[in-house]
């Protein structure tokens, strides 16, 4: 399995972004994916993450009516939008899965991760 986060960059205080996560090995319709985020001297923290293929989702409180989660199984492809970008919402952002149903916000029930790619955002 495999997982690679691209899409990262710098850009101004309130401009918009888009990350994309492109997966390999794996059932993409039968995973939870996940954007997680880690800023410099912080630990790493949910973003958001989308189910199966019914639309449904979970957000941080930070990101919620910013950060658009998407999926397209039948490209193995999961994307984050990125709308209103603020400078806390620098950090490197990584892509993760697990099989199941349940969505969680813990790391640990993630079973793979990406590489991260980097946002800054400078104001």
């Known amino acids: 399995v495999q997982l690679q986060a691209s899409g990262g960059g710098l850009v101004q205080a309130g401009s918009s972004l888009g990350l994309s996560c492109a997966t390999s090995?794996?059932?993409?319709?039968?995973?939870?994916m996940a954007w997680f985020r880690q800023a410099p001297g912080k630990e790493r923290e949910f973003v958001v993450a989308i189910g199966w293929s019914d639309g449904g989702s979970d957000s941080a409180d930070s990101v919620k009516g910013r950060f658009t989660i998407s999926r397209d199984n039948a490209k193995n492809m999961m994307y984050l939008q990125m709308n209103s970008l603020q400078p806390e919402d620098t950090a490197v952002y990584y892509c993760?899965?697990?099989?199941?149903?349940?969505?969680?916000?813990?790391?640990?029930?993630?079973?793979?991760w990406g590489q991260g790619t980097q946002v800054t955002v400078s104001s």
């Open positions: 090995g794996l059932t993409l319709s039968r995973y939870i």
């Open positions: 993760a899965a697990r099989p199941g149903i349940k969505i969680y916000q813990s790391m640990d029930r993630y079973d793979f």
